[in-house]
């Protein structure tokens, strides 16, 4: 991730503690923070310190790995149990969590003493977090084919360099492109309630020089109607089976509003989003947040430059805040995988695999 010329990633390993970009004080502060037990971590990902599918995984494998290595000799397997439970229970959604993290048990508990369990849960998160970093790298070079040597795209939420370790899913094409000279712009839905894609996305895009214009998420159909958005790519949480897809709450209606007009919707995911285990969308479990990330807004003040917390609804006023939609497979044009562009439908995916 290149932040005003300096490379760094979202989450890593560093003598046995969690490192990660402290999202939530984004564009308007760069600090890092970091964490030394599972609680701490499972904390990071439910407040959403860090977010994004990948990121999540990621920073789960490297919790459940530290808990391993602080566990003790005595109850090993049920300390690596304990943790995983809390890291497990932070966040629903996203697979990506659950893939790493059944990963670095399954690496600890197969060793034959809790010392070797140890320095394989270590091994194992740092061999996930790298895969997943070529695994983003080869969705840019996959996606990158589909940009012209001038494309507007839309994305939704933020599935860049911050969602992920590193390179990003949705997002990544668009800096393989940049990068191979293509001319790139960005419409960017602001992705309310937390602005994920007014405050991280289009500081990414700032970061790598690319034009952008932040919409209001209402705008979306506006510009596509008006013949101004080429194609849409946006993440995925979790995909189905069939090709269903939980993403951002939103992106349901973009995908429609796509079809409508005519224009390509794909959506870009490593394979740790595919959970095979689940038929369609119907059974993927949607996250429902604090009602106050809908009622309340959070951002920089012109006056103090401080951070301020304003409300935005009457007092008496409550509000529902699901965090993702399921996008049936039949708006979609195709998923961007590593290992290809495919069609979403069982036979398609299956092959991947
Ligand atoms: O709630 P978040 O910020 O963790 O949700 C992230 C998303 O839904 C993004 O849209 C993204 O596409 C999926 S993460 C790669």
């Not at 497990?88 to 508990?109: G, I, N």
């Not at 320095?119 to 840019?140: F, N, P, S, Y």
């Not at 360099?161 to 990003?168: C, E, H, K, P, S």
């Not at 000279?181 to 992705?191: A, L, Q, R, S």
Request: proline residues 3%; positive net charge.
């Amino acid at each position: 991730m290149n932040v005003k010329g300096k490379t760094y990633r979202t989450v890593w390993l560093e003598k046995s503690r969690v490192k990660m970009i402290n999202q939530p004080v984004l564009p308007f502060k760069f600090e890092i923070l970091e964490f030394e037990n599972a609680e701490e971590v499972a904390k990071a990902i439910k407040e959403m310190v860090v977010r994004g599918a990948g990121a999540i995984g990621a920073t789960a494998g490297y919790g459940l790995a530290i808990a391993a290595a602080n566990a003790s000799e005595k109850y090993f397997a049920e300390e690596i149990g304990k943790a995983e439970k809390i890291l497990k229970a932070s966040r629903p959604t996203a697979y990506d969590l659950f893939y790493f993290t059944d990963r670095v048990k399954e690496a600890a508990l197969s060793e034959k003493n809790a010392k070797k369990g140890k320095e394989a849960a270590i091994a194992k998160a740092k061999e996930l977090a790298k895969k997943q970093v070529e695994m983003c790298e080869r969705i840019g070079e996959q996606g990158e084919k589909l940009l012209e040597r001038e494309s507007r795209v839309l994305t939704h939420c933020n599935a860049g360099w911050l969602a992920f370790v590193d390179w990003g899913s949705a997002m990544a094409p668009i800096y393989k492109a940049k990068r191979a000279g293509k001319k790139i712009f960005v419409w960017v839905d602001e992705t309310r309630p937390r602005l994920q894609g007014a405050r991280l996305t289009a500081w990414e895009l700032a970061n790598e020089k690319i034009g952008h214009k932040v919409i209001a998420d209402n705008a979306a159909g506006h510009f596509m109607q008006k013949g101004e958005v080429d194609l849409c790519i946006v993440g995925a949480d979790r995909v189905a089976e069939n090709g269903d897809v939980a993403n951002k709450i939103g992106t349901y209606e973009k995908a429609v509003l796509a079809k409508e007009n005519g224009i390509p919707f794909y959506v870009a995911a490593p394979l740790s989003t595919f959970d095979l285990g689940i038929k369609s969308g119907k059974e993927i479990p949607i996250e429902e947040r604090s009602e106050e990330e809908v009622l309340f807004a959070q951002g920089k003040a012109e006056s103090s430059g401080k951070t301020e917390r304003i409300r935005l609804a009457a007092e008496e006023s409550k509000a529902a805040n699901p965090a993702f939609d399921i996008t049936p497979a039949k708006y979609i044009t195709g998923i961007i995988t590593p290992k290809g562009i495919i069609k979403a439908n069982n036979n398609e995916i299956k092959k991947i695999f």
